[in-house]
Nanobody, 114 residues
Framework: QVQLVESGGGLVQPGGSLRLSCAASGIIFSRNDMTWYRQAPGKQREWVATITSSSTTNYRDSVKGRFTISRDNAKNTVYLQMNSLKPEDTAVYYC????????WGQGTQVTVSL
């Protein structure tokens, strides 16, 4: 059974930082491309960043230079370091595994506000 558990969200002021974590089980983590998505209120879920099994990374344009995706295969965990946060980054953040793309965790809420 696939389980994805996101954590690390919270309330932060504009310009602040957060580090999200996603612990995965029930998949062959080291062989999986892992992706972070986000969903803002009233909007569709959108792709944020991907790290491949060989640790190649890709980012949506609006987060390039501010967010960093990384992985620890020994811990079956993918991270998203978010710096210089903006109010438009406010959303629920989810991780997803390529091999089980229909499986989702509960997400973690990120709120960027004064």
């Amino acid at each position: 059974q696939v389980q994805l558990v996101e954590s690390g969200g919270g309330l932060v002021q504009p310009g602040g930082s957060l580090r999200l974590s996603c612990a995965a089980s029930g998949i062959i983590f080291s062989r999986n491309d892992m992706t972070w998505y986000r969903q803002a209120p009233g909007k569709q879920r959108e792709w944020v960043a991907t790290i491949t099994s060989s640790s190649t990374t890709n980012y949506r344009d609006s987060v390039k230079g501010r967010f960093t995706i990384s992985r620890d295969n020994a811990k079956n965990t993918v991270y998203l370091q978010m710096n210089s946060l903006k109010p438009e980054d406010t959303a629920v953040y989810y991780c997803n595994a390529f091999s089980h793309s229909d499986s989702w965790g509960q997400g973690t809420q990120v709120t960027v506000s004064l």
